[in-house]
């Protein structure tokens, strides 16, 4: 829930921002987008958000994500003032970033400034700081740094890693001569409990714990020379540690954006050319770093070096660029998928293939959403054997060698034509808003003479969104014998004729039902499909242009009816301040689609586009109703 | 006392239609049965999608096992409780009924052995809400009342929660062996054979106003 916040935050902030930007960007030679640093992994860079200017500030706080913006950035310190007094300058480009390497953890956003005075009426916690770079200022407050470089500034914080940080103290710890020390973060199922004001709720394990580490503390103590005064407990230590080791990375950060004049921008040529773009904001995602600073593989990185840099090779390129477009009645994001010819030779093979048009005769032409995915997992999964294993085979690990032999006698002893015949890969969702399905409940019910009670048996209805989940097969001679040996083994199970009924099988409560026909193999909850539609929906089958669309886009196609979709929710389902905020955008319209180009060896483009329509003071006021929206939903 | 707070918070979020049954019947001599009813069956989709998930709102969801854990930890300590027998408990977690039974020697005794438990689960931590005695029987008539909710537990209620523990249901029936003369609380219904009193209410007015179930019964002569 913390990630979904801090996403909320940022893109809110960046609204917030970009609601005051000017047409014009970029200020003389060294701007905002100079700063990014170089261990940013992703970028999301704001150019210009007119349409929002027409919301005004007043109107722009009363929502609920804002809150929670003000709150982070600000600290309450602001109360009474607005953005237009914060001195930032709305002519530079805001850039929010992201990184995390195996040393430490990198976020925050630079931004160009225009009156330095107003600006830290607003960043007022931040005190100046030593610096020793020319020309550059140096403020701080706790863990956040505020960088000022000419008329462009940076905000941004940095956490060494927390494995890393353990690593250094046990080391020094075990080497003073101390045992193991156990900081509880192995017990499991720990989880924080959080008070309506946002604080954490001490648990009773949490107490327990702290009054332990006084005991801890003080047995340690007594170990210790009480009048060494320079000795520290491990809590102690591992701080010291920490902020050691922060100074130590935003030295290097430093010299790399200031003395050495190196940031992403200069680095990389795909984020540059992005930057130049004339969209109202681009993004930029490193998905080749990603890979090479995952936590889960810096093991294998250590135990199997040459591997790794083989898999690293596989890949290089792996990057995303996209540019966000925001019109009167839509919002347009275009964003193509990078990689290498390696990976891109797996890609495209797993495209080689025709759609499946009887998916569309699954699909009600009124699904409020749906999604299709059509790819050749045989022609893929050859084509990976050939890439991957020839890999695998130059490493000399026993483990691994015996994993590749194990691979190599699957693949000649597994009849992998009928496997793949009978999950081809391609499959389609759909959405049918929210139904009432049957349930039974139990009730009491009390003799008036006695007050003895018993239970009795009521049927009931409960709201259930329906979902159907279908996958291309050319062998449903298969699925049916497993179906038939389940029905053997449980009366669960049921043969209906044109479709089996799996009972309580949905949260132990509603029936699932499997339709093995046509040459798909389908799961769905709708019991209309199941019972009157298990050939399709025939002429209320999805047909027109949102089929051509399915169709003709390549590998993948999605759509769904926001409007539709919010207005079928019942009320019942929020309590009444959300169903408030969600008032504002019942009744109007707003469909999502997702087209896919076709794969090549080096990209893969899509383009994701919001149409909206209906009730509205403005475009900008809807797609702060829209955030707002998600932002409830999602909490 | 996580996995306490965690039913509770279980109990409460999935409240959409609670119905609790608490059955006391006292006999003359003071001894009698215990009946302690929880109905989740109208909520069995929203339980078992929630079960479906680690945690909710920053609180670990329990899996049923660790319920079933718990619970039975709960029964084996009561059984152990001088006084106490025949302590049952009947957990359907297909429809999420759950039906507690313990038979006593008088109704002092099962209340000690229900404070011993809180406070043992509070690991002995003062809790002023055991000071209050909830139960008196002197032959003649029962008095019947609640301890108070702890006010974090009432003040911190979201609204949602709220409204959903408001629309279910919370009966408070006493039993005796011979008949019911008068009682004071204005909204308790006499049964027909006059042996049994009920107070219904429902969950969220009883974590507001816990003076709701107190009733003080008078009954008649003992035959001779």
Redesign the interface.
Known sequence: ?KYVSSIFSILACSLFFAQQQQQTSTAGTFSSEDLIPLDAVTVFSINNISLLKKVSMDELVQYEFMAEVQSELFDGSTQGKTLKESGIDFDQKLNVFYGLNENFEIAGFTFGIKDKKQLFNVFDDFEPAASNIKGVEFYRSYSNYLIIKGNSGIVLRVDPSYEKVSVITDSIWYARGFGYFDDGTSEE?E??????YGYEIP???DIEEAENEVIEEEQIEGEMDETDLLSKNYWEMRDSITVELQSKYMTKICDDLFVKELNLKKQDPKLAAQLLHTSDGIFYLDNSRNFRNSRGLWHFQTLFPELFSDMKDLYTGNVMLGDIELKENSVDIYFEANYGESLGAIYEKLNSTKFDKNVLKYIHESSTGFFTYNINLKEGYNQAYDIIIPILSKEKDPRISSNVLMAELINEFVDTDALFETYKGSMFGSFNGIKKVK??????I?D????E?E?KEIQ?E?D?PIFTLGFSTNRSDIPEKILKHFGRMTSRFKNMGSYWMVE?AV????PLYIINKNGLLIFTNDEDLAKNHSDGYGSNALKGKRAKAAKSSKFMYGYFDWGVALSSLPREMF???QNEILDAMRGKTGVLELVSSDITKTKTKFNLTYNFDGTYDNSGKYLLDLVNSVYVLSK | MKYFFGLLFLLFTMGSCVEIIDDLYVKSDGSGTFKYTVNLSSSVVKINSILALDSLDGRKVPSISEIQEKLNAYLTKLEKKEGLSNVKLDANYKDFIFKFQCEFTNVQVLQKAIKEIVQEENKNTEIKELDHNWLAWDGTKLVRSIPTMPEKITERMKKEDAEALQKGTYLSISRFDRTIEKYDNPVAKLSGNKLAILIKTNPYSLTQNTELLENTIYLSALKK
């Open positions: 829930m199922d989880y924080e409990e959080i008070d309506d648990s009773n394990s349930t039974t409940r139990i009730e009491f009390y008036e003479n006695t007050f009670y239970e009931g409960e259930m309580d949260f132990n409560s509603v309590n009444t301040r």
